[in-house]
């Protein structure tokens, strides 16, 4: 197997070559075969170990493992504890993600504090079964049926190509130890399910099925490659981006063959996961839209509008000071001896018919105001309407009240009853400074 190895990076990483290399080492089969292989290799390699503090002592036997091992081969060794589970209630995420975030994190940190090439990871061509099995069960597109990747970025899994039985069998021939983590024999997890109860039967019956199977994600790959070339085309042709959003034309896009197909390729690494509700706002009125955990895709008249979520607390208000505000816009409040000529931007305002503090928050549904130069209230949805103002860009949208009252729909309009009249004693210029 270490001839294959070595093989397998002069082939698949050459760029590893003569770099400094961080193992992600649990102490676990794969990852200790991983270290003595890279070791044996002649490559300068650290380990990097993360207890999660899930399984007391036996996460602490772990640790200490992997720092003795790291001892024995007289390589340097990085050891962090975390308390995972705090984490994940903090950040209302379950544990196995609040791990996941903590190592890689962690692993970041690292290599960028002790200038380390690349991340290595020990996943094995049974996990990429395992990880095709779990997508096809959740349902995915071809990208969610390619596997695991060999490289991401700076995270490479030189072991992608060797099985568990191969690996077993190298740790066994040389008379490795490692640890085994008794969390990996409980069917809690779909994954584990898979491993313990599942895919044996599978390989009863198939005794070429990892062999099939790497074939098979060959061709899936292949295809994958063809699908990225041409979508690098149709997104040419029918997508724009702005500085925070994209811009879908849905004409253009119709008038390609799979139009569905396209679109699910176009918005596929977004979060969505109801595609027919995706696919119905092609032929939807202007205004509905869909959600995905991080983005909006919304229909403004001939363009699909995907934006991220805003995650500002949109009732959140902010006292504004005679002298005006810097955070979370800044606002110039400034006398003025004369009126000039009213921007988007900037406001002539009477001082005596405003009450300071003045607020400013975010639009809301219901809110009214007395646009410049008219005599009725109007709703600021009626208003933003008549503008052709987007969903997404009324959300960005600020007011500056007083009394309750809007004095400015800020880089819009202002409202009457503030405006500057000829019994005014004293004129306040406000300016919206964009950043």
Same mark, same amino acid.
């Given at each position: 197997?270490?001839?294959?190895?070595k093989?397998?990076i002069?082939t698949?990483f050459p760029?590893?070559?003569g770099?400094?290399?961080?193992?992600a080492c649990?102490?676990?089969?794969?990852s200790?075969?991983?270290t003595?292989?890279?070791k044996?290799?002649?490559?300068?390699i650290a380990?990097?170990?993360?207890?999660?503090?899930?399984?007391?002592?036996e996460?602490d036997g772990?640790?200490?493992f992997v720092?003795g091992?790291?001892?024995?081969l007289q390589?340097p060794v990085?050891?962090e504890t975390f308390?995972?589970k705090k984490?994940a209630k903090?950040?209302g995420i379950?544990?196995q993600m609040?791990?996941r975030?903590?190592?890689?994190?962690?692993?970041a940190?690292i290599?960028?504090?002790?200038?380390y090439?690349y991340?290595?990871?020990?996943h094995?061509?049974d996990?990429?079964l395992e990880t095709?099995?779990?997508?096809?069960s959740?349902g995915?597109?071809?990208?969610?049926?390619t596997g695991?990747?060999?490289?991401n970025n700076?995270?490479?899994r030189?072991?992608l190509?060797?099985s568990?039985?191969?690996i077993l069998?190298?740790?066994?021939?040389n008379h490795?130890?490692?640890?085994?983590?008794s969390?990996?024999k409980?069917?809690? =997890?779909l994954?584990?399910?898979l491993r313990?109860e599942?895919l044996? #039967?599978?390989k009863e !019956?198939?005794e070429?099925l990892?062999?099939?199977?790497?074939k098979t994600?060959?061709?899936?790959q292949?295809?994958?490659?063809?699908?990225?070339?041409? %979508?690098a085309?149709?997104?040419?042709?029918?997508v724009?981006k702005?500085d925070d959003?994209?811009?879908?034309?849905?004409?253009?896009?119709?008038?390609?063959?799979?139009?569905?197909a396209?679109? =699910?390729?176009?918005?596929n690494?977004f979060?969505?996961?109801?595609?027919e509700?995706?696919?119905?706002?092609?032929?939807a009125q202007?205004?509905k839209q869909?959600?995905?955990k991080t983005h909006r895709l919304l229909k403004?008249?001939?363009?699909l509008?995907?934006?991220?979520?805003?995650?500002e607390?949109l009732?959140?208000e902010?006292?504004? !000071?005679?002298?005006?505000i810097t955070?979370?816009?800044t606002?110039?409040i400034?006398p003025s001896k004369?009126?000039?000529?009213t921007?988007?931007n900037?406001?002539?305002?009477?001082?005596e018919?405003l009450?300071f503090?003045?607020?400013l928050?975010?639009?809301?549904?219901?809110d009214?105001?007395q646009?410049?130069g008219?005599k009725?209230?109007?709703?600021l949805?009626?208003?933003f309407?008549d503008?052709k103002?987007?969903?997404?860009? #009324?959300e960005k949208?600020?007011l500056l009240l007083?009394?309750?009252?809007?004095v400015?729909?800020?880089g819009?309009? %202002?409202?009457?009853?503030?405006?500057?009249?000829e019994?005014t004693?004293?004129?306040?210029?406000?300016? =919206?400074l964009k950043?």
């Amino acid at each position: 197997m270490l001839t294959r190895f070595k093989k397998n990076i002069e082939t698949n990483f050459p760029f590893l070559l003569g770099k400094k290399l961080l193992i992600a080492c649990s102490g676990g089969l794969d990852s200790t075969v991983l270290t003595y292989l890279l070791k044996q290799s002649n490559y300068e390699i650290a380990l990097a170990h993360c207890n999660f503090s899930l399984r007391g002592k036996e996460s602490d036997g772990d640790e200490m493992f992997v720092i003795g091992l790291a001892k024995n081969l007289q390589i340097p060794v990085f050891a962090e504890t975390f308390d995972t589970k705090k984490f994940a209630k903090e950040h209302g995420i379950s544990t196995q993600m609040a791990a996941r975030d903590l190592r890689y994190n962690w692993f970041a940190e690292i290599l960028n504090d002790f200038k380390y090439d690349y991340l290595l990871t020990a996943h094995q061509l049974d996990d990429d079964l395992e990880t095709f099995f779990i997508n096809l069960s959740r349902g995915t597109g071809l990208n969610g049926l390619t596997g695991i990747p060999k490289e991401n970025n700076k995270i490479v899994r030189p072991l992608l190509s060797f099985s568990r039985e191969e690996i077993l069998k190298f740790a066994e021939e040389n008379h490795l130890k490692w640890r085994e983590d008794s969390s990996n024999k409980k069917t809690d =997890y779909l994954r584990n399910k898979l491993r313990l109860e599942v895919l044996p #039967k599978f390989k009863e !019956s198939n005794e070429s099925l990892l062999k099939n199977f790497r074939k098979t994600q060959q061709n899936l790959q292949a295809s994958q490659n063809l699908i990225e070339d041409y %979508m690098a085309l149709v997104y040419k042709l029918a997508v724009s981006k702005n500085d925070d959003s994209y811009k879908i034309n849905i004409q253009k896009l119709k008038e390609l063959p799979h139009t569905e197909a396209l679109l =699910y390729e176009l918005l596929n690494g977004f979060g969505f996961t109801e595609w027919e509700d995706v696919s119905n706002l092609l032929d939807a009125q202007t205004g509905k839209q869909v959600f995905s955990k991080t983005h909006r895709l919304l229909k403004n008249r001939e363009e699909l509008l995907l934006t991220e979520i805003d995650s500002e607390n949109l009732d959140e208000e902010s006292l504004v !000071s005679e002298a005006g505000i810097t955070s979370p816009i800044t606002l110039k409040i400034a006398p003025s001896k004369y009126i000039g000529e009213t921007e988007k931007n900037l406001i002539y305002v009477a001082s005596e018919k405003l009450n300071f503090p003045l607020r400013l928050r975010k639009w809301r549904s219901g809110d009214t105001f007395q646009p410049f130069g008219m005599k009725g209230k109007k709703k600021l949805s009626k208003f933003f309407k008549d503008e052709k103002i987007p969903l997404n860009e #009324k959300e960005k949208i600020w007011l500056l009240l007083s009394g309750g009252k809007i004095v400015w729909v800020i880089g819009h309009r %202002m409202d009457d009853r503030f405006k500057v009249a000829e019994n005014t004693k004293k004129i306040l210029k406000i300016t =919206y400074l964009k950043d």
